[in-house]
């Protein structure tokens, strides 16, 4: 059921009182650290997948089957061209 115009301004209302009164604590604080290693994980990820990806190109350039970098890469052939394969080997 939709909500009238009054219940949304009360409901603001509420929000903005419960906002003013917030005092934050020590366990409301977050270490940065965290997000920080977190951030170079995924980074370092990404980076790692540029190189695999850069790899297999050049492995697949130099005759090399799907069925090879599949066991490479700990997957089936099919998993690898699906992944890393471009039209020209479709």
């Given at each position: 059921?939709?909500?009238?115009?009054?219940?949304?301004?009360?409901?603001?209302?509420?929000?903005?009182?419960?906002?003013?009164?917030?005092?934050?604590?020590?366990?409301?604080?977050?270490?940065?650290?965290?997000?920080?290693?977190?951030?170079?994980?995924?980074?370092?990820r990404s980076k790692a997948e540029r190189s695999v990806n850069s790899a297999v190109v050049n492995t697949r350039e130099h005759g090399y089957?799907?069925?090879?970098?599949?066991?490479?890469?700990?997957?089936?052939?099919?998993?690898?061209?699906?992944?890393?394969?471009?039209?020209?080997?479709?």
């Amino acid at each position: 059921m939709p909500r009238t115009v009054q219940q949304i301004l009360n409901q603001a209302d509420e929000l903005a009182a419960r906002f003013e009164r917030y005092e934050p604590s020590a366990a409301d604080e977050r270490d940065p650290r965290v997000f920080t290693e977190l951030r170079q994980a995924v980074l370092a990820r990404s980076k790692a997948e540029r190189s695999v990806n850069s790899a297999v190109v050049n492995t697949r350039e130099h005759g090399y089957s799907w069925a090879f970098i599949g066991f490479l890469l700990g997957t089936s052939s099919e998993a690898a061209r699906q992944r890393y394969g471009h039209k020209r080997d479709a």
